[in-house]
């Protein structure tokens, strides 16, 4: 489903990403492992079309991707979950995802809605309440349920576990867990290691904008990632 091949990126003349090379398959949930600065956000930005490459390629389904427009790239279904969730506070939980599944044609985004109470009830109890009145966890609910909205074939989550109680994260892990048990292909950016490999089946470890290993969750649940993170 994707695939990056000596890619790199950054802001100006300020280089964050460094030949990095990675691949998940159709179906797969791939964890992006790395300390804060690392450039996972960066990268996932770079995919989505928010920050350009200076070199290297993404290809998306078979399509090269690379510095093609955002909305473009939204429009093939690549969806990011930004990190910080980025819902409007002063919309409904409603208008939130009906802007969500604004790349659909009114009669399939009334379809998706209706399809995503169905697996998110709780979302559909709070339909009318203003998304800025919710809390944490129901916030990155009604993110995940935005993106869902979007019927991706990838979708990009950025830092998921952040602010949460452990409460929530349980519930968003096992949300996106469901998510992938359909079908859905992610990459998920996450500090937490243990909370991303207990979800996916293999990553990759950036320090300084590099890719410094990859493997599954025994080969990375070693002293060396740990020291990735010390470093």
């Given at each position: 489903?994707?695939?990056?091949?000596?890619?790199?990126?950054?802001?100006?003349?300020?280089s964050v990403i460094h030949e990095a090379t990675l691949h998940v398959a159709k179906g797969d949930c791939v964890a992006l492992l790395g300390p804060n600065n690392a450039g996972k956000t960066t990268?996932?930005?770079?995919?989505?079309?928010?920050?350009?490459?200076?070199?290297?390629?993404?290809?998306?389904?078979?399509?090269?991707?690379?510095?093609?427009?955002?909305?473009?790239?939204?429009?093939?279904?690549?969806?990011?979950?930004?990190?910080?969730?980025?819902?409007?506070?002063?919309?409904?939980?409603?208008?939130?995802?009906?802007?969500?599944?604004?790349?659909?044609?009114?009669?399939?985004?009334?379809?998706?809605?209706?399809?995503?109470?169905?697996?998110?009830?709780?979302?559909?109890?709070?339909?009318?309440?203003?998304?800025?009145?919710?809390?944490?966890?129901?916030?990155?609910?009604?993110?995940?349920?935005?993106?869902?909205?979007?019927?991706?074939?990838?979708?990009?989550?950025?830092?998921?576990?952040?602010?949460?109680?452990?409460?929530?994260?349980?519930?968003?892990?096992?949300?996106?867990?469901?998510?992938?048990?359909?079908?859905?292909?992610?990459?998920?950016?996450?500090?937490?290691?243990?909370?991303?490999?207990?979800?996916?089946?293999?990553?990759?470890?950036?320090?300084?904008?590099?890719?410094?290993?990859?493997?599954?969750?025994?080969?990375?649940?070693?002293?060396?990632?740990?020291?990735?993170?010390?470093?």
């Open positions: 489903m994707l695939e990056i091949k000596g890619l790199c990126a950054g802001y100006g003349k300020v990268l996932l930005r770079t995919i989505s079309g928010l920050v350009r490459a200076t070199a290297g390629r993404i290809v998306v389904d078979g399509d090269n991707i690379t510095n093609m427009r955002s909305s473009a790239i939204v429009a093939r279904g690549i969806i990011q979950i930004p990190e910080g969730r980025h819902i409007f506070g002063a919309l409904s939980v409603e208008e939130n995802l009906i802007i969500g599944g604004s790349r659909l044609k009114h009669g399939p985004r009334m379809k998706s809605l209706e399809k995503l109470y169905q697996r998110f009830p709780q979302l559909g109890e709070l339909r009318k309440r203003s998304a800025g009145t919710l809390s944490g966890g129901q916030q990155q609910m009604l993110a995940i349920g935005r993106a869902v909205m979007a019927e991706p074939i990838l979708l990009l989550i950025d830092e998921p576990s952040l602010g949460l109680s452990p409460v929530a994260i349980d519930e968003i892990f096992a949300i996106l867990q469901s998510l992938q048990r359909t079908g859905v292909t992610i990459l998920l950016s996450e500090q937490n290691a243990d909370l991303s490999l207990n979800l996916c089946s293999r990553g990759y470890v950036l320090s300084k904008g590099r890719i410094v290993m990859e493997g599954d969750g025994h080969t990375l649940r070693n002293a060396a990632l740990q020291d990735v993170y010390m470093a």
